[in-house]
Structure formats: structure tokens, C-alpha cells
């Protein structure tokens, strides 16, 4: 028979058994981060209807996205989380009760370029919470705890949460005069990281047609930094000049002086006047967390408060705030930078048993015994030689083997031997399983990044 | 603006919060079980290259596929997880180790014809051990184990798990001289349930070409029932006629065997001739799981015994065995049925806390520890009266409320309210906790299904 040569398609994540064990550890610390803020798990289709899935417009993305006919259906795969949440906070509306919190963790699809850890299938992970015509700010100041829990539960330690507040920008533009242009003045402005000052001063005094003045006093504005008590102290100098700006001042406080009390440490956190995020749909508190190591990945979870979530589905007025991490392309650049932990526990199975006996009967039994349990119990039957069985425990990084022959059973012991120590013990099962317990308890305590 | 009306297509399953937290506990409990027995999670592509996809040929799914061009590649979404893992394995054979043992929970697509209850996207919860040239006879017995556990663990108590050997159904039709037209027969007696004797012995006499006797002794064979040993021992008086017959009733001698050891009690198992699987490819023991009091749903578990995974993509000989569950259509049954628990807690969060002073400041601090202590905690600082927030957490089922004003605070202590007896407390905080957890503990005990 001729062979097709199997591939996977260039820009879809496919991983093998020890990495995707740690990224199935990954997934599953988000899930319990999330859920100890009060965060329910939504699953949506992966494919929605072309027209409702692009009623706002795909503005970039639109040529990026899997669009395709079947039957007489104009079919869409979803290339964000957020809008086939606005889909469904819309369409069930009624049975949801609201503030909603929620959170997903799901596959999204854009036909991009191909080009190095750059995905067409990724994970995102997001949560978002919806309110029914207002939403305290308090939600936005609970936003960097999670990010904080979050990050270091996976073990990251050199990383800051970068926030800003689009109302203290917009009111800075309408002191100046530069409402109309704010849009343009803050894309440019938010180039300051890569292109540098002057560059951003020559797109502003030209395209934009920004007075030298102007340029001058917005390039002071967003080089106002220091200390959160600091930054804030000297954006007080420009309070009474813009109801909008002394609102999110007012609001920026409020985020700063809750940190604490929310577990997030100082030096976790910085209040950043550059941070703007592309999209135009934020309107308060934005997001953004970079790895102080690794500047140049860019933000690792990215997000903000926004007034109208569903605008495009309902006359409901739901503002929401949220974050995103792109978890794909955070694990891939995790692996590239060599700070996936190589000592977590990535083996099928805790205990791997070899029957040295004819009739099967007693080392299963002692495998139903290990699942009861609870401990990952493999029974290696295949008819191979010791040695080789015991590479297959080996290579897999199993930590312990466990043989059973006649004398053991007589004697109604077992044979443990722990891998990592060579360290060999005859024990009654109880005691065995004791034992292998508390191996497991010690070597799962890693976390799945390192720095 | 002119709205979109929001809607999610037909065959696509969304779920409110309350039923997608029992579907997170049951995939959570597939995840589990299937890692006690060592298999290893995997996470492939959706979209695969439909050269790749289809190098075996569509059959009868073929027109189902979601199949779409996008650039110059022609794209498939994939409509099981079986394809994709013989690819992965063929693909990643040198990485891996053998026996290779995967479980893979995901999404696949088929654009079936929309009718209730059927699914256009659903998820499939495959395991399969797949070995490299050879596959002990072990593996077979041990998918029984996997069955009672997983079901027993969701808390479901009439199932029967049925079993079955091609190879003893291949060698009875091998004695009597009808091997060519095996797989057919064997798809008319696999509807014997459906359509009854008299109709199956007219098929297999008219269209099949069979005898009036060999009609007779396949209905006679296929009727052959009761307890294990008595369907174990009616078969001996076959042996002698057939080597592949042997082959199979040893085998099948083998499962039945290790049943007990592997904790499988009688009254969940039992031989089944009438099993046959419609699939080809299956040449071993074949495995179906019926719900004793719902008959009509047919198989929610099935899988068998295949001697060659990936035939089409490699020239390496892979055995396997595997068993698959529609997750979709299953949790769709089970509502359906009233068999998922509502006394399962389905909150989003564990506990709900009411703030009463204007900084929010020491409220926050708690809900800090406890979620430090593992306590799914939501703060509620909207303006809302407090009548609404308490109605709020009665509508989500939030277990817990705490109150926190002025006197609490100056007092150190926090007042609770268990919202399903109404009885409140006043106790520091950590004291509250415990309570908290204990409470938490015994309400979690709870299983997702109920009968």
C-alpha cells in the first residue's frame, strides 16, 4: 500500500507526552486560580455563524479568519473569546445572573502568516466580568491580584504588572485640545518602547499634526514614572483642568490602594503612562504584564475595563472588564527561553509494575490496590526482558518500579525500588503505598516554571 | 445601530454556568481515572491537511467533514480522535515510548444532519495503549477496569460493560465455511437488538446467501447467554475447530479471568456474542457499555482490539486497543434523563462577601486569606441593595455569605451565614475557615450523576 507521510500543519501546536504534561499542569492552575476568584467555566463552539461572529467587523483579523461554506451555512471558526462571549451574555442573557464572571479557556483560529511562534491554532485563556449596566471599579482593582496569583502559582517570580487608565489619557488629551487625534496620538504613542521618543515626536508633529508644544507636554506626560505613590503625586498637578482625567485619577487611586489588601506586592506592580492597548473599545483601567527578563516578548497577559461588551447583539449596556493570556505562544516562548521546569513530574504513571509471575492475578490485584489510592499504577505485561522494561520506566521518568514475584508474594511483600535513589525496599503494600505517597507528595511540590 | 440577533448554530452544544461546571467534574473525572492507569494527556490539531486526514479514506463520514480551502491548503477539521493519533504516532514514532498509552479529550466535527440530541461538534474522550509490533493480551483485560471505574466514579450503578472477541466470531464463521461473507453477517447480527431474530435470518438466507442451517446455528451461536462461566464453558464445546476460534476463546478465557483483580464486579460485566462493532478494523476483544435502565441510548462506551492503527501512513505494525466516550451526546442523555445530581455544588464561587464599610479595604484582606486557604471567594461591591446581593448569591447557589461591617471588624471576628440551613455565625477569621472547609468537604462528596 502507498504511505501518505504524515505532518502536522506548520502554525498548529503539537506537543509530546512531557511537554504537554506540563501544559495540561498549566491549564489546570489557571482553572484554579480563576475559580478561586469566583470565576465560572464556559465552553463555546469553536464555529459560529459567519454573520454573527463578524456583526462588528473583523477590521484586521478579517482575512485571517477560517471562513467556509457547508450546506447552505456561512461558517466562521471564532478567532477571539471575547466575541462569542458578547454572543452569549446577549443571546442568554435571561438566565444569567450578573455581575457575571467567567472564565474560558479555548482554542481560537487566525490564518496568519506562518512564521516562528506564531500560531493559527492557540489557546486562550481569559476571564471577564460582566456587568449589567454598571460594574464597580473595585472588579478593576481585583484584576492584578489575579494576574499576580496567577503567574506565581506557575512559579514565575521576575514579572511586573504594568496598569494605566484610558480616562486619564483621554482627559490628559482634552486638556490640550487633542480629542479629536487621541486615538492616533495614543497608537503612536504606544510605539514609544520600539521606536523611541523622537520617532514618536516626529509621527506626532507630522502625520498627526500636533503643535511642538504639544508633543513636548505628551512626551513628559508619559515619561512620568517612579514609584506608584510618585506617579500619582505628580499626576495630582494636573487634576481640575478635565472632569474625565480627575475621574480616572480618582480611579487609578482607587486600583493603587487596594493593592495591598488584594496580596499584590509593590514591587509586583507599576503604574505605567504608556500603556494604552491597541483597541479602541477600553475606557478605564488597562493591563499589561511583562517578564522583567524577557522585555522583548512583549506583554504575557494584556487586558481592561470596556463600557460596551455586546453593543453589536443588544441596546443592554454591559461594560465588563477582562485580561487575556495567549497561551500558546506564552508556552512555546517559556520553552524557547529554557523556563519550563525539567524536574516536574512529566511521567505517565507514579509506579510501573512489572509481573515476574506467570498468572497475572496478584500484580493486578496490587495495581487495583495502588489505584484505589490513588497513585498512577501502570502494569508493564508485554514480553520483553527486565532490562528492557526497566528502561521503559526510565526513559519515561517513572519514579518507581515495583516487582512482584513468588517469594514476594508469599511473603506478602513488595518489591519498590525508587528510581531516582536506586534505593530498594521490601515492604507490606500498606507501607509501600505509604511510602510511594509521600515520594510523590515531595517531587510534585515544583512548579512548572523556572527562573 | 442596527443589531445582530445573537445565536448559536444548531448541533452545537453551549451550556449555562450550572450545567457546564457538571460538565467540567465529569471531564475532571475522566481526566483522573484514565491517569491512574497510566495513560499520558494529549492535545492534537483540530484542523489537519485533508490529504492527511483522509489518507484512509472518508468512508461513510466523508460527507459529513468540514472540509475548506484557506490559501492553497485544503483543510479538514477532524471528525475523531483515531485518525489523528495514528498520525501523531506514525509522525513522533522515534519520540516515544512503546507501549504508548494516550487519553485525549476533545472536539471533533461532523456536519451530520441536524436532529435533537445529535451533535455537529462534540467531545470524544478517547484512551488507546498502542504498542510497537506486539501488544499483550494484558491490555484487553484491563480495559473493563478502566470502564467500571470511570462510570462508577461519576457515580453511575446500572451499567453492564460487554465484551466480545472478533476472533471467536471470525473462527465460528471460519467452521463454517462462510469467511467471505463474515463482515457482512456480522453487521446484520450486530442489529439483532433492533430489528429481532426472524428479520435477521431472512436477511442472512436472502440477500446473504446463507443456508437455512447455517442461519440456524449463527442464531443459535448468537443466543448463546447467561452467566460468564456458562457462556464461557457453551463455547468450549467449539474449541478444536478452528485455530483463530481457539485463539479468540482463550483470549476471551483471559479477560474474564483477571476481571476480579482488577476490581471489576460480576454483575457489571458479561459476554456478549451479539457484539461485533461495525467497524472493521477491530480484531480482538470488543468492548460496549449500556445503561441497564436506558437500553435505547445503545453503547455510551465502546472500543475494541485493532491490529494496525496506522497502516496508512507507516509501515511500522501498531496494535492497540481503545475505547472512546461521546462525551456530548453522553452528557446530553444524561440531562435528558434527570440522571445529572442538582444537589451538586454548581456555584461559581464557595463564598460571597457582602463589604459593609466604605474602604473596602478590610474585606478584601479576608477574601485574600481565603482564597490563600483554597476558598472560592467573591467579593460584591456593586451598588446594590443589600437585599439584592443576598439574592444574588441564593440565585448562583454561593454556600456561603459573610458579612463584614464596622463592629465585625473592630471585634476581629466575621459573621457567616451558611445560606442553606440560615445559620449564622460570628468567629474569627480563621475559625470561619474551618468551618468553611469542613462544610465544603461533606457538600463536594456529591457525584455528577445520580440514578
Redesign the interface.
Known sequence: ?S???????SG??????AP??Q??RIMETLRNTY???????????????S??LL?KGGGETEKQI?R????D?D?SLRFDLTVPL???V???YN???F?F??YQIG?V?R?ERAQRGRF??FYQADIDVI?DG???I??E??IP?IIY?TFSTLGLKRFRICVNNRKILNGFYAMLSLTDRAQDIMRTVDKLDKIGSEKVAAILTGDLGVSQEQAQEILSFISINGDNQTVLSQLESYRGRDPLFDQGLEELNTVV??L????VPAEHFAVDLTIARGLDYYTGTVYETTLLDHPEIGSVCSGGRYDNL??????KQLPGVGISIGLTRLFYVLGEQGMLNPDLNTA??DV?ILPITED???A??L??QL??N??????????KKFKQKIS?AD??GIPYVIFLGEDEIKDGVVACKEMASGEQTKLEPAATIYRIKAGLDARNTGSVIRE
Open positions: 500500500m504511505k501518505m507521510t504524515p505532518r502536522t500543519l498548529f501546536m503539537e506537543l509530546l507526552p504537554q504534561q501544559m495540561e475559580s478561586l476568584y469566583g470565576f465560572t467555566p464556559l465552553d463555546t463552539p469553536a464555529i459560529e455563524s454573520d454573527v456583526a477560517y467556509f461554506q457547508k450546506g451555512a461558517l458578547a454572543k452569549y446577549s443571546l442568554h438566565d444569567l445572573t455581575p464572571r467567567r482554542k483560529y490564518g493559527r491554532e456587568g454598571k460594574l464597580d473595585a472588579n482593582a481585583e491580584a496569583r490602594k487596594y495591598e489588601s488584594f496580596g455586546a453593543e453589536y447583539y443588544t441596546d505517565p504513571a510501573l497475572l492475578s496478584p493486578i490485584a495495581a487495583t489505584r484505589d490513588g497513585i498512577r499504577t501502570q502494569l508493564h505485561c508485554e514480553q521503559y526513559k519515561l
